[in-house]
Antibody
Framework: QLHLQESGPGLVQASETLSLTCVVS??????????WAWIRQSPGKGLEWIGA???????YYNPSLRSRATIFLDKSKHQFSLNLTSVTAADTAMYFC?????????????????WGPGSLVIVSS | QSVLTQPPSASGTPGQRVTISCSGN????????VYWYQEVPGTAPKLLIF???QRPSGVPDRFSGSKSGTSASLAIRGLRSDDEADYYC????????????FGGGTRLTVL
């Protein structure tokens, strides 16, 4: 059974870089056919896709976050990470890491399963 | 402002059938499958429907998905109190190099 677990600081200062890691257990980030993605949810708001990385290293990002977000794999440690630079209060959110199933013939699909429990990040000024 | 449009709320009584709509355009739902997620407050979202109409194992057949043109729907029959949750639709959008888009979510209340 695949499990994902987010980790990182719960508090980040405004203008600094938010860094989160997702440890994958019960499976491999090297497996073909899967992206590894980050999704966030601001308090009381809906879901927002941040971006995803494929096992070969290809990435896709939300256009609204592309200039600040980087997602990358660490295959040796079975984990993937998110860096979000120049954070503001608007980046305060619960951050989820997810496995994204790639459907043959599609660039990518929002087939997110499973999800990590989430990591709350508060940006303070 | 979400790219996919959902009603903010829906409600029903136990045993009833409710539907939640999700409206997009030709760059997303019109060209791609729709995925539905259930988020019970305090827990991570859970996949309910993939490929517009398919249920993962473990999801009751009370939940069903459909898609027509640039719109999709999630139907829940035999409504139960533990169906009370937020429901989100999602699809791939081909604009701006391609990205995932979500609906704004629908809060389902079981009266």
């Amino acid at each position: 059974q695949l499990h994902l677990q987010e980790s990182g600081p719960g508090l980040v200062q405004a203008s600094e870089t938010l860094s989160l890691t997702c440890v994958v257990s019960g499976g491999s980030v090297r497996a073909a056919g899967y992206y590894w993605a980050w999704i966030r949810q601001s308090p009381g708001k809906g879901l927002e896709w941040i971006g995803a990385v494929y096992y070969e290293g290809a990435t896709y990002y939300n256009p609204s976050l592309r200039s600040r977000a980087t997602i990358f794999l660490d295959k040796s440690k079975h984990q993937f990470s998110l860096n979000l630079t120049s954070v503001t209060a608007a980046d305060t959110a619960m951050y989820f890491c997810v496995r994204d199933v790639l459907v043959p013939g599609a660039l990518q699909t929002p087939w997110f399963d499973p999800w990590g429990p989430g990591s709350l990040v508060i940006v303070s000024s | 402002q979400s790219v996919l449009t959902q009603p903010p709320s829906a409600s029903g009584t136990p045993g009833q059938r409710v539907t939640i709509s999700c409206s997009g355009n030709s760059s997303n739902i019109g060209r791609n499958s729709v995925y539905w997620y259930q988020e019970v407050p305090g827990t991570a979202p859970k996949l309910l429907i993939f490929g517009s109409t398919q249920r993962p194992s473990g999801v009751p057949d009370r939940f069903s998905g459909s898609k027509s043109g640039t719109s999709a729907s999630l139907a829940i029959r035999g409504l139960r109190s533990d169906d009370e949750a937020d429901y989100y639709c999602a699809s791939w959008d081909y604009t701006v190099s391609g990205h995932v888009v979500f609906g704004g979510g629908t809060r389902l209340t079981v009266l």
